[in-house]
């Protein structure tokens, strides 16, 4: 029998373009860069930033990751720092 562990969680600090804050996002090692995104924009969206009608990207280490890498692969660790922006 096999035993399904639960995700592991992973706080990491999130700043949204265009917000003057950074929050702590509780993302899973499973979610991908879309996700995420998704996870950053609810918190900052349409309360601090101005919603566009644009996909989001996030950034780590100085690079913008794809949409389907998951954080476990994208290497980002408990309270490492992201960025969440607008794609150009």
Same mark, same amino acid.
């Given at each position: &029998?096999?035993? /399904?562990? !639960? !995700?592991?969680? =992973?706080p990491v600090n999130a700043h949204m373009a265009? #917000? &003057?804050?950074?929050? *702590? =996002? *509780? @993302?899973?090692?499973g979610d991908t860069m879309e996700d995420v995104?998704? /996870? @950053? ?7 601090? =930033? ?5 996909? *989001? =990207? ?6 913008? *990751? !794809?949409?389907?890498?998951? @954080? ?5 660790? !408990? ?8 794609? #150009?």
């Amino acid at each position: &029998m096999t035993t /399904k562990l !639960p !995700p592991t969680v =992973v706080p990491v600090n999130a700043h949204m373009a265009g #917000d &003057m804050i950074t929050i *702590l =996002v *509780l @993302v899973e090692e499973g979610d991908t860069m879309e996700d995420v995104a998704r /996870k @950053v924009a609810y918190q900052t969206v349409g309360r601090r =930033v101005r919603e566009q009608h644009r996909p *989001l =990207v996030v950034r780590h280490h100085g690079s913008d *990751l !794809p949409a389907d890498l998951t @954080v476990l692969d994208a290497g980002i660790a !408990p309270r490492c720092n992201i960025h969440v922006r607008y794609a #150009d």
